[in-house]
């Protein structure tokens, strides 16, 4: 065999390799995180040269993540990796940079309306019409609504005040709720309708029932669509589970209530109230 | 990595095919191989050669009888099918029967060959019986579910889905104990991709979407409806036999389906090459079909399901209609967005009714009188089939 024709190859895998490793890396270097400060203490980092306090409660998001050394106290670091809830707890003179090294940040790091509307459309729509009662079912919607701040996955039973931005900041119109499954039997409202003014939604959220499943429209003053989705309404005794898991890691991990019930929120996939309440902080 | 997991698949059937339950020949092996003498596990006459000898030959069945037997079991009275192949050629034509299906499965036959007999013989065959074991569909369904995926590459349940997997998994357990002789491993899996439903798949397995995991935690015993109705297509093995009815119902479906005949012919007389030879290239094209088709259930499958549904609520003591209404308000859609395949509420809440009422008779004669029983398999397709058009 003529060792020639290997060497094709190898410089193939070669710079396939080096790409892969130039990618992550890259990646790495631009992925985000959110950042808290554990155990109670008093927190500093270092982003970039730049000394920036940690508070306690809630997360903090930074963008550019791997440019972050922890000065002082006990600092949890999460982010995706492999599709997996990472929160580990950085000490002083370490970096998350190391961190990424081991385990690569995804391109999903944080969550965002961009990265929910991804997943939503990586669902298998083909198959969500078996079952004991078929219906249709379009989480990823039509006109990128989780893109757009609309509600997507499965969503906090909301408030009587219940209020959110759309990215669009200047939309006029009205958002018109069907609900697909729940206790429209049981004297629940199937259509809910939310006015629109300055690109935020506010009406009274108690309308909606826990464990329902909606869709809803974003139409113009006109009545002309311009987004549709769907969502679901955490159930009740799944509410009260999420509760206990939020207080039992805050105990567990030092952490405050805030960031524990921040971290059950992403470790459960309920992207769009995590980017509510990281996003209003 | 797909060739290494179908290699795996095969050797896994090989063994299985040679030595299932640990050791135990399949009923369908037992059933048709000549001068074999064996008592099924429901304790049915010995099972008799392909074609059967006059002597231990059962009894034919009338047109009526053979009407009543492929109707819907929506009472859930029938016995489970089992893979007494010849018998029941047997019983639906005697030898002039059995010698058909001989002339169908080792000819080289074509789909478009079949005769309108033979048509009804097979649909006979594909409704009354299965031709798959329980293990070695149970074995395909693990690698097909870990090939394809989501399974393969999916990861561990969130720890709110595991708390609500845990709780439905006692559910069904507790339903377990109410059916006597279960068919197959149940297997719950909750399917994250998975944009809405619950559904009973190939080899017991049993997937939830992640909306109706979060609903069946506050359905209190609408979640044991669900697992019931679930666990019953499972029971009425209504996966495999849709997948019977896919395949003598086209030119590529029919050539699998005479492969898979011709290995329950040979019975129990295990070929190693023939055998090896069925493994590694029948068993990965079947998993291709199976792969290529959508398994929807119709209408009569979905009442079977509700009629055995209700008798195993209530052994557990649970009112059906209860749990149904239970169900229907946590979780039921809303009538604007129902499927046609599916018993309209109103009619399944009449049903329930009647059930708790303690009479079954009503619904099912009625279903009857409709014509159903004139239905065989591949008409119940070609009506699904029908409604699924837009």
Redesign the interface.
Known sequence: MNPFCKAPNLLVRALTVAAMLFGSAAAAAQAGCEVSCAKREACEVDVDKEHKPITQGGYERIQNCALVTVKTGAVQVRYRHKGMHMTPILVANERVQDLFLKFPPDACAVSSGACLQERMNQMNVAHAGHGIDSAKASPGGTGQPCARGLPCGMILPPGADWHFPLAERAFEGRLELTMLRGGARQGGSTQITFPVRDGEIRGDGTQLQPSAVYGYRLVQPDGSLVASGEFAVLGTTAMTTLKRLAEQNSEKQGLSLEAAWLDALSANDMDWDLNRLIAGK | MRHALLSGLACTLLLAFTNPAGGQVPDVFKSILPGLKHTPAGGTPPATTLPPDAASAPRQKSDQEIRSEIAPDITCTKPRERFNVAEKVAEYGGTAASLRLQRLVSTDMQFSDLSEEDRRLLNYLATTTVWVPAEIEAKVAAVYDTATG?FGSR?SP????R??LASIEEKLARLRLAVAEYPAEIRLVL?????????ARLGGIIQL???FL??L???EQGADF?LA??VSHVYKRHAIKQIQFLLISSSEGWSLAKKLLQRASRGTQVDLMGDGVFALTTVPKIIEFVRSV?I??GREQELEADACSTVWLKALQIDPYKAWEQ????????DT???L??PTYEERLSRFKEKVAGSNSGPAQKATDKGSVKKGGGQLIDDARQKRKP
């Not at chain 2, 169900?327 to 809303?334: I, M």
């Open positions: 989501p990861p969130a720890p709110l889905q708390e609500a399917n994250p991709k998975l944009a809405d439903g619950a559904f979407s992640t909306r979060n609903g935690a506050d359905a669900l109705h679930e959508q929807k259930f169900y229907h308000a946590t979780l039921g859609a809303n967005a129902y499927s395949e599916h």
